[in-house]
């Protein structure tokens, strides 16, 4: 969840044993799912400098987190579908993403 609003409204959905991911602007509850609560917003906007990129700095922080694909997979995808010219940008919003994502799991 990036906002609270998401997850005001989404998160009763998850299962027990579930992850959540929120951003660190995010007030949640602790309850039965691991939850990891990363920087995501403030990467994009503040040390990368381009808030559109949130959402690539997510999906690094969701891979980092789950290993749900390989990060060279998810790269590829990534760089297979961002614009032209912004290739470079895209790839260090994903390597942050890693990188803030591997922060929270070994906190």
């Given amino acids: 969840s990036l906002t609270q609003k998401s997850y005001d409204e989404y998160s ?3 299962k027990k044993d579930g992850i959540l991911i929120v ?4 007030e949640f509850k602790s309850n039965n799912t691991k939850t990891y609560s ?3 917003i403030d990467t994009a906007a503040h ?3 381009k808030p559109m990129v949130t959402n690539i700095v997510a999906l690094g922080a969701l891979i980092a987190l ?4 390989s990060k060279n997979a998810l790269e590829q995808a990534v760089m297979n579908r961002v614009p ?5 940008l895209n790839k260090k919003a994903l390597i942050m993403g890693f ?9």
Wanted: proline fraction near 3%; aromatic fraction near 0%; charge should be negative.
């Fill in 23 to 26: 951003d660190d602007s995010v």
């Fill in 47 to 49: 040390k990368i400098g």
């Fill in 12 to 14: 009763n959905g998850l």
């Fill in 99 to 107: 990188e803030i994502g591997e922060k929270a799991l070994n906190n």
């Fill in 84 to 88: 032209k010219g912004t290739e470079e």
């Fill in 38 to 40: 990363v920087p995501i």
């Fill in 66 to 69: 789950t290993n749900l694909v």
